[in-house]
């Protein structure tokens, strides 16, 4: 899921630059900048297992 969001945002801004009749320069370059943003967007909205549940699930003190 992490990975499909990180293409789709990355070839979408690519599409969105070939129907822009941009050249193949910064075709390539939309698609790097759509990749980095699709996989900070992905780092923000799913956070690792860790950060959501603290490991020591105990009620007690130490």
Same mark, same amino acid.
């Given at each position: 899921?992490? #990975? @499909? =969001? &990180?293409l789709l945002? @990355?070839?979408s801004? @690519? !599409?969105?630059s070939i129907q822009?009749d941009?050249s193949l320069? !910064? &075709? %390539? $370059?939309? &698609? !790097?900048t $759509? #990749? #980095?943003v %699709?996989? =900070?967007? &992905?780092w923000?909205?799913?956070p690792a297992?860790?950060a959501?549940a *603290?490991a020591?699930?105990?009620? %007690? @003190? *130490?």
């Amino acid at each position: 899921m992490k #990975l @499909g =969001t &990180v293409l789709l945002v @990355g070839l979408s801004s @690519g !599409l969105i630059s070939i129907q822009g009749d941009a050249s193949l320069e !910064l &075709v %390539g $370059g939309s &698609v !790097l900048t $759509g #990749l #980095l943003v %699709g996989a =900070t967007l &992905v780092w923000y909205l799913f956070p690792a297992a860790d950060a959501i549940a *603290p490991a020591d699930r105990r009620r %007690g @003190g *130490p």
